[in-house]
C-alpha cells in the first residue's frame, strides 16, 4: 500500500470514528432525555468534515510556508517518550493512592459522573503536557 492510500485510509477511519462517537453521544442523549434531536446530525457530520478541512488547510499551508522541514526530530521523539513514561506511572500510582485515600475515608461508591469528569481534567493535563513538551 502506497504512502496516500495508507493517508486516505487513515483519515476515513479517523472520520468515521469521529462521526460514530457523535451519533452515539447523541443516542445517549436521547435515552436521557426520552427525545432524540436529529439536528445535531449535521452538526456532528459537518462539524467533523469541517474540521478536516480546515486541518487540511493549514496542513498545506504549513508545508508551502516551512518547505520539507519534519515536524518532529529525533530529542522530540525522546522528550514525548520521557514526558509520556513519567504521565504513565504518575497517573496510575496517583488514581491508586486517590481510590485508597476515598475507600479509607468510607467512600465505597463513586458517581460515575464525577469519574468522567476526573477522566476529562486528566486527558486535558496530559494533552495539555504533550503539546508543551513538543514545543521545548
Request: proline content about 1%.
Amino acid at each position: 500500500m502506497n504512502n496516500r492510500k495508507l493517508q486516505i485510509t487513515i483519515w476515513s477511519v479517523v472520520i468515521g470514528c469521529m462521526s460514530i462517537g457523535g451519533f452515539l453521544g447523541m443516542y445517549l442523549v436521547g435515552k436521557e432525555t426520552g427525545e432524540y434531536n436529529y439536528e445535531m446530525a449535521i452538526a456532528i457530520i459537518g462539524g467533523t468534515v469541517l474540521g478536516f478541512i480546515f486541518f487540511l488547510l493549514i496542513s498545506m499551508w504549513n508545508k508551502k510556508r516551512n518547505g520539507n522541514v519534519p515536524d518532529v526530530d529525533e530529542r522530540s521523539i525522546l522528550l514525548m517518550n520521557r514526558y509520556l513514561m513519567g504521565v504513565l506511572y504518575v497517573v496510575l500510582m496517583g488514581s491508586g493512592a486517590v481510590l485508597l485515600i476515598l475507600y479509607s475515608m468510607g467512600v465505597h461508591f463513586i458517581e460515575t459522573g464525577m469519574l468522567i469528569i476526573c477522566m476529562i481534567g486528566l486527558y486535558m493535563l496530559i494533552g495539555l503536557g504533550a503539546v508543551i513538551t513538543k514545543q521545548l
